[in-house]
């Protein structure tokens, strides 16, 4: 076994050696560090084993408010920053005047904001699928008279007009986005009649129906609702990530009926 000692004079070359920082430097690596914290909680949520297509809204929203309320600045209001440079601050007898102005956080906050939203471009599309979903009809009449609105022009927006993507392949709408809208106001109606059934036996009854008939457009739609994955392979990535722990290149041999018995 081998122990490693910490002398005294290892902890004064530590103090030395952060004495010899540039104190620009050690401020980013707070902000950095609360920053990455922020982050950290949004990683968590993709690794969880299961993840609806209509949360991702919130979890992207949340931490994208808590960088914009911590680290950028508007004209009213200064940043607040976070613990770890807050902390840094007041155990050094330092001020937010010591943050030089301007300085690169708020930059490279936006930017971080911009990547989150370039990596998940279709997040307020995916949220808008949620009203396929009985559960979330209100109970009032008044209410369910409004119910998907804004969800609706979503999906007809992005179902119903013409596309092009990278290598100019042209892609023509699925659906008539006008007829769509007239067919929810009377869709959201009809499915308040199974209300007391559970997601995937509601449209089980909805379809047993003659609801593809009279609502085409919905119909496609709900059909290619229904069909997008909402599980996560963070589950799969972890089996994979194990076995490659056992089956490293000095084990690169190892068959199937190995792993059987380990």
């Not at 290892?10 to 950095?32: H, M, Q, V, W, Y």
Request: hydrophobic share 40%; net charge neutral; aromatic share 12%.
């Amino acid at each position: 076994m081998v122990m490693i000692i910490i002398t005294n004079d290892g902890a004064e070359l530590s103090k030395n050696l952060l004495a010899e920082l540039d104190p620009k430097f050690i401020l980013t690596t707070k902000f950095l560090a609360d920053l990455f914290d922020i982050l950290q909680r949004l990683i968590k949520v993709f690794q969880e084993d299961f993840i609806t297509l209509s949360d991702v809204h919130y979890h992207l929203n949340s931490p994208i408010h808590a960088i914009k309320t911590t680290f950028i600045a508007d004209n009213d209001t200064p940043p607040a920053y976070a613990k770890i440079l807050l902390d840094y601050i007041k155990n050094n007898q330092l001020s937010l005047d010591s943050i030089p102005n301007p300085f690169p956080f708020s930059q490279f906050s936006l930017s971080m904001i911009q990547n989150i939203k370039r990596r998940f471009p279709y997040s307020e599309f995916y949220h808008s699928m949620r009203i396929i979903d009985v559960q979330q009809l209100s109970l009032t009449q008044t209410l369910i008279n409004e119910y998907g609105e804004k969800e609706i022009k979503i999906i007809c927006e992005f179902y119903g007009s013409q596309k092009v993507d990278g290598d100019g392949n042209v892609y023509e709408p699925i659906i008539d986005k006008e007829k769509l809208e007239k067919e929810w106001a009377f869709v959201r109606q009809l499915i308040t009649n199974f209300r007391e059934f559970k997601f995937v036996e509601q449209w089980f009854r909805i379809f047993s129906t003659k609801f593809s008939s009279l609502y085409p457009n919905t119909s496609k739609i709900i059909y290619i609702i229904l069909m997008i994955p909402l599980s996560n392979n963070a589950s799969v990535e972890r089996v994979f990530s194990r076995q490659n722990l056992i089956k490293n290149k000095l084990r690169n041999e190892m068959k199937l009926e190995h792993f059987i018995f380990i």
